[in-house]
C-alpha cells in the first residue's frame, strides 16, 4: 500500500470478550521496535525506514538525543538501527537542530542542507517539511497525537472505538458517568490528551476511586478482554511504508498493560494475524489520506 505521510504506525487493538475488535489508539514514534527485535531476533520497521530514505536520494540524517551513554536511549538506539541498512547517513543530535529552518548540524558540528529527514520523536521546525521528506513529520504527530481526531478517523471507516468525551474536571467526569450509567457500567478509562507510552491512563472499575482531574483529559468506554491467563492483554501492531509487519501482545496483571507501565511483551499469535492485517491497512490509509 502506498503512503505519503503515514510511513511508521504503531497501531494498538484490543479485542473484547466477545472477539470483538476494537481500536485504541495510533502512534507516530518507532516505539515497540527495540521489543520486536528481542522477540523475533530481527526486526523490519528500521529496514522499511531505510528503504523510504534511501530512495529519496541525497543527504540523508536522523535526529536523536545528545545522551550517547545510554545504550537503552530509545532514539539512540533507533539510530544505530538506521545506520547499519544506511551507513552514510548523518546522524545530528536533537537539541541543536530543533529551532534550525535551512540546514541542520551534523554531530561532527558540519551544516548540510538534508534530502530526508528521519526523527524518533525529538523537536524539530515544519519548514523541512515543506521542500523534502520527513519521516514522523509534525502534520503526522499533530494527527495521530490528537486521540479524539484520531478515533473518529478510525470510526468513519467503519471499524470499532470506543465512545470517548472530553472532560475538564472531576466533578464533570463524575456527571457524565452517571448520566450515561450502562455505557459505563463496566467502568471507564482516563487518558491524557496528548501523552504516551501508558502515562497517565487510569483504567478503572466500577466502585474504583476516581483520581482529581485538573485540566481537559479524555473519558473513555471500557474494552474488557477475555482474560489470558489472568492477565490483561492488548496488542500493538506496526505497519512500516504500507505493509503490515505484525507486532507484540502486552500482558499484564495489572488493566493498564504498556510496556513502560510494567507489561510484559509476548510475540503475537499468528492466528490473530488475519484479524488484524486488514484494518491496521484501512486505518494508516485513512490516517495518511487525512495528512494530506
Not at 516505539?31 to 530481527?42: E, F, Q, T
Not at 558540519?110 to 525529538?122: A, L
Not at 496483571?253 to 490473530?272: A, D, E, F, Q, Y
Amino acid at each position: 500500500m502506498k503512503v505519503n505521510n503515514y510511513f511508521f504506525a504503531g497501531l494498538d487493538f484490543i479485542f473484547d470478550k466477545n472477539n470483538n475488535l476494537w481500536f485504541l489508539e495510533a502512534n507516530y514514534a518507532p516505539h515497540g521496535a527495540k521489543n520486536i527485535k528481542r522477540l523475533y531476533g530481527k526486526e523490519e520497521i528500521t529496514k522499511e525506514l531505510a528503504k523510504v530514505m534511501k530512495k529519496e536520494g541525497g543527504e540523508k540524517c536522523c535526529l536523536m538525543s545528545r545522551y550517547l551513554g545510554s545504550k537503552s536511549e530509545n532514539s539512540i538506539w533507533f539510530t544505530n538501527e538506521m545506520a547499519k541498512h544506511i551507513p552514510d547517513m548523518r546522524r545530528c543530535f536533537s537539541d541543536e537542530n530543533s529551532k534550525r529552518v535551512g540546514k541542520l548540524k551534523d554531530t561532527d558540528g558540519k551544516f548540510f542542507k538534508p534530502d530526508v529527514i528521519c526523527r524518533y520523536n525529538r523537536p524539530l521546525t515544519s519548514s523541512f517539511e515543506k521542500r523534502l521528506l520527513v519521516i514522523n513529520s509534525n502534520k503526522v504527530k499533530k494527527t495521530v497525537n490528537n486521540k479524539m481526531l484520531t478515533l473518529k478517523i478510525v470510526d468513519n471507516v467503519g471499524i470499532n472505538v470506543p465512545k470517548t468525551f472530553y472532560i475538564k474536571d472531576t466533578k464533570q467526569l463524575v456527571d457524565l458517568v452517571a448520566k450515561k450509567k450502562k455505557l459505563f457500567k463496566h467502568g471507564f478509562v482516563i487518558k491524557p490528551i496528548d501523552e504516551s507510552q501508558g502515562r497517565g491512563v487510569y483504567v478503572l472499575k466500577k466502585g474504583d476511586n476516581v483520581p482529581e482531574i485538573y485540566r481537559k483529559e479524555i473519558l473513555e468506554e471500557r474494552i474488557i478482554p477475555k482474560l489470558q491467563h489472568k492477565h490483561y492483554w492488548d496488542v500493538r501492531v506496526f505497519v512500516v511504508n504500507g505493509k503490515f509487519l505484525g507486532g507484540e501482545m502486552r500482558s499484564s496483571t495489572h488493566r493498564v498493560t504498556n510496556v513502560s507501565r510494567g507489561g510484559k511483551s509476548m510475540k503475537l499469535p499468528k492466528k490473530l494475524y488475519s484479524l488484524l492485517k486488514r484494518p491496521s491497512l484501512k486505518i494508516v490509509k485513512a490516517i495518511d489520506d487525512h495528512c494530506e
